[in-house]
């Protein structure tokens, strides 16, 4: 049985910084597309980024474009998701997600899902 397990989230001013960890057991993720949403008070689910395990190939919405940075410790089973000039608008529940092969975009494409880590940035 897959788990994700996130950490790192907290509160920050405008302008700062946080690093997100998720932590995958369970398997081996060599095949999977890790993947980073989030969740704002009364929105929907969007997607933020994704890395393939196989070769690396990084994933990012425009508004985080410039801003956000994945990365992935193979030898840790771990995603990173490294946020810079964080705005209020950032402010979200992220949530770590899976899923095998190819990447997605989309929510009702992962079938795996960490709790989720609040974010809450401050103006």
């Known amino acids: 049985q897959v788990q994700l397990v996130e950490s790192g989230g907290g509160l920050v001013q405008a302008g700062g910084s946080l690093r997100l960890s998720c932590a995958a057991s369970?398997?081996?993720?060599?095949?999977?597309?890790m993947a980073w949403f989030r969740q704002a008070p009364g929105k929907e689910r969007e997607f933020v980024s994704a890395i393939r395990w196989a070769d690396s190939t990084t994933y990012y919405a425009d508004s985080v474009k410039g801003r956000f940075l994945i990365s992935g410790d193979n030898a840790k089973n771990t995603v990173f998701l490294q946020m810079n000039s964080l705005k209020p608008e950032d402010t979200a529940t992220f949530y770590c997600?899976?899923?095998?092969?190819?990447?997605?975009?989309?929510?009702?494409?992962?079938?795996?899902w960490g709790q989720g880590t609040q974010v809450t940035v401050s103006s």
């Open positions: 997600a899976a899923r095998r092969w190819s990447y997605s975009n989309r929510v009702s494409n992962y079938n795996t």
């Open positions: 369970g398997r081996t993720f060599s095949s999977y597309v």
